[in-house]
């Protein structure tokens, strides 16, 4: 049995000459002299931080959003890649037979041009907000009628997209393909057909599938991977794949690194194209600092996979999103409250993208994190202590860390762990969800270990690192 201390080099953030307690006091000022959603300096919005990582951050909108000034302000300066949110869908592009409607999603590309974004294309193929022209079409017509839809609306916005979602959500849960107009018509090879006639019509924009629940690994994320690597082995135009992520708090599948990897590895990059991370409605302070840690996960993962070139969150702000209108009782599911001011996953978000050097809207935490692991054979256990170095009682804590590979937790005392590897958080429970001023918690977890006993690394507290001791 070896019995180790926490020995980690402070980051440069930790060795600033002021402290963590007016870094936070500048943060706060900042703030709130700030406009709404003018989350901090210029040079450190999301947008400039992803781009600086070589990654996008973008968001989808409607044009209802164009005549929100509010949302607009935020979208143009924190966003660089922008999601019509059903404005390229079938219904509204060509609602009756060979009849064009790009009038809405024009002025959505517009708008995008106008605040140098770039644009994803969503969706060419879909089995939702499909015209029933489409799906009362005899079978033998369907061919054609995909064809000439995907030509012509591709066509319309040749050069100016950077990708489409040429084919959207064609799985079950369970892997099989969903019998919708298109599969029925004319099995899995639609797919192949799709993919290939975007590419007639646009050869510059990347071509996704695009997919919900495939985030780990599972069944449909399977069926995914394995029609990704029969069509590559054909020779078939597919650039990407996109993960929605439409997230339930907490609940970041513990497979979803190995899964964007597991992917990449096959030539394909992998996009985050959908993220929204819901709660269940009051939103608490200690919900809002796990959402802050989701959000961060998510960012980690796409920095860590080579391949992972972006994410978009699904809407700006609370208010536009689609939440609380397909889940009764859940919602706060982005960055942005209902005013557009940023949550503590913005500051999550943009700290783990490298900000934070300058003021930042801050959930106000400051930590001091020390540890010690017991390891036997394949087995080890470990405590944690963690210390409120801030000048803010929180109510409500969340600390995120990375497991070394091939740990994964089997149980935990006095915090509730999720998930199991990886990018883990570990949240506070009832007794001991308030932290005052200087005031400690012991949490600790049992995990097994494939050879690496070494303690976890990159502690944050509410979205801000930690320093250790
Ligand atoms: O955000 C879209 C919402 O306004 C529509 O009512 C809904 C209809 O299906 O589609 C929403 O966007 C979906 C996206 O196109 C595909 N993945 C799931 C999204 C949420 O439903």
């Not at 924190?78 to 592009?93: H, I, R, S």
């Not at 080890?380 to 409120?388: A, G, H, K, V, W």
Request: aromatic content about 8%.
């Amino acid at each position: 049995m070896s019995v180790r201390t926490l020995r980690i080099p402070l980051p440069p953030y930790a060795r600033r000459a002021f402290g963590a307690a007016s870094v936070t006091a500048v943060a706060a000022l900042a703030a709130a002299l700030l406009p709404t959603g003018q989350a901090g300096a210029a040079d450190s919005t999301l947008r400039s931080l992803a781009e600086s990582k070589g990654l996008y951050f973008g968001t989808a909108m409607t044009q209802g959003d164009l005549n929100n000034s509010a949302l607009t302000a935020v979208a143009g300066s924190q966003f660089g890649m922008l999601t019509p949110g059903n404005e390229m869908k079938w219904d509204t592009t060509e609602p009756a037979r060979d009849s064009f409607n790009f009038a809405p999603a024009d002025r959505l590309v517009s708008f995008a041009q106008a605040n140098s974004m770039r644009l994803r294309g969503h969706t060419l193929v879909w089995h939702s907000q499909l015209p029933s022209w489409v799906s009362s079409l005899p079978t033998t017509q369907v061919r054609a009628a995909m064809e000439n839809h995907i030509t012509k609306e591709v066509a319309h916005y040749k050069g100016r997209l950077y990708s489409w979602d040429v084919v959207n959500e064609p799985f079950n849960e369970d892997g099989t393909f969903r019998s919708d107009a298109f599969y029925n018509a004319m099995g899995s090879g639609f797919v192949a057909d799709a993919l290939r006639t975007a590419r007639a019509a646009d050869p510059t924009a990347r071509l996704y599938l695009n997919d919900y629940n495939i985030e780990g690994q599972n069944p449909k994320s399977d069926a995914m991977y394995n029609l990704v690597k029969s069509l590559r082995s054909q020779g078939v135009p597919l650039d990407g794949v996109g993960f929605q992520a439409h997230f339930v708090l907490g609940q970041i599948p513990s497979t979803f690194k190995a899964n964007l990897q597991r992917f990449a590895a096959l030539g394909v990059n992998v996009a985050i194209t959908e993220l929204d991370d819901r709660i269940q409605l009051p939103a608490t302070a200690s919900a809002l600092a796990q959402q802050a840690s989701d959000y961060a996960a998510v960012v980690r993962t796409c920095l860590a996979v080579t391949g992972c070139v972006g994410i978009t969150q699904w809407g700006v702000g609370d208010s536009d999103s689609w939440i609380p209108g397909t889940f009764p009782g859940y919602g706060a599911a982005t960055m942005y409250d209902a005013n557009y001011r940023p949550k503590p996953a913005y500051t999550a978000s943009a700290t783990a993208l490298g900000g934070g050097s300058g003021p930042s809207p801050t959930p106000g935490a400051s930590c001091k994190v020390s540890g010690v692991v017991n390891a036997w054979n394949s087995g080890l256990t470990e405590d944690i202590t963690l210390t409120n170095t801030g000048s803010t009682t929180l109510n409500g804590w969340s600390l995120a860390f990375t497991l070394p590979a091939g740990q994964t937790v089997t149980s935990s005392w006095n915090a509730s762990l999720t998930p199991a590897t990886g990018e883990v958080t570990a949240g506070n429970l009832g007794y001991n969800s308030t932290l005052a001023p200087g005031a400690s918690t012991s949490f600790g977890f049992q995990a097994n270990h494939t050879g690496d006993t070494s303690l976890p690394a990159s502690f944050s507290l509410n979205g801000s690192p930690c320093t250790t001791a």
